[in-house]
């Protein structure tokens, strides 16, 4: 999971505290197909993500190894403000 935090005018910024990588929800069975590529990167160790000072970004690669594919799951990232920001993303 890549994201980035921006102000209202879309100018990049860093939180004071690393965002961190709260519990997965698992959801329903996929009834669409997913179109996006498979990855093979390590997980993260972890609850926090780390800031990548070259793509201004931050990222935290969730294992997904023996979760159940064919299904959505709803991710999320905690935010020093205490704002909870999810996707819903699917294992395929």
């Not at 999971?1 to 329903?28: C, D, E, H, R, Y």
């Not at 997980?43 to 594919?69: E, R």
């Amino acid at each position: 999971m890549k994201f980035q935090l921006k102000t209202a005018s879309g100018t990049v910024i860093q939180a004071s505290t690393l965002p961190l990588w709260l519990n997965p929800q698992n959801g329903s069975a996929m009834s669409a197909t997913v179109d996006e590529s498979a990855y093979a990167d390590s997980g993260t160790s972890g609850t926090t993500f780390k800031w990548d000072s070259t793509n201004q970004q931050y990222v935290y690669n969730w294992s997904t190894k023996g979760l159940a594919t064919g299904y959505w799951y709803k991710i999320f990232a905690k935010l020093d403000d205490d704002t909870v920001q999810s996707v819903v993303v699917g294992i395929r």
